[in-house]
């Protein structure tokens, strides 16, 4: 998402991204703007943010249709997609029995992050729940990292992310009993 974007821009943009490719009515992403008190003129308010978009991401970024506004880009230009896919598909390498290439496959995901998603939707519920989800699934994924590498070995290269881990949560049981292991 573009940095020079003004504060109600990047919350339409990523109210949008939220979407993934679907329809984003303008009462939602109104919703998004201004919760449960938008202003009279928020129809006006969208569309100049749209028009800021498209004029930032290019015409053809965000498409008008039937019912309202449409983010089109492949999913797999979102970050918290392409995230979310990776972790998947590591997952689907540890459990075949490829623990090498689920140990990369989850490095690649947690490459992808840079920090609290959709910080511009926290104080909209849909927005605030789909990145504490995706704040789950990263921390889950960092054990996993761990779980992974150990199978492969690694535990001696481990031992500081575990070390890590622990640090940043230390509540999650899951993450000492990784860093048992490791050590």
Known sequence: QPAALAPRDRVVLSALALGRGSTSAPDVLA???????PPSTWPKVLQGAIVRLRRSLGREAIESVAGGYRLAIG???????AFAALVTRARALAASGDPARALVTFDDALGLWRGMPYIDLLDWSRGHSESLRLEELRQSAQEERVETGLA????????????????????????????????
């Not at 999913?75 to 997609?81: I, K, P, V």
């Not at 001696?156 to 890590?164: N, P, R, T």
């Not at 509540?171 to 050590?183: D, F, I, K, N």
């Open 152 to 183: 492969c070995g690694r535990a001696v290269e481990l031992v500081a992310f575990a070390q890590q881990l622990v640090a940043e949560e230390p509540q999650r049981e899951r993450r000492w009993q990784l860093l048992a292991s490791a050590l």
């Open 31 to 37: 919703e998004a703007l201004w919760g449960d008190s």
């Open 75 to 81: 999913e797999s230009d979102l970050d918290a997609a």
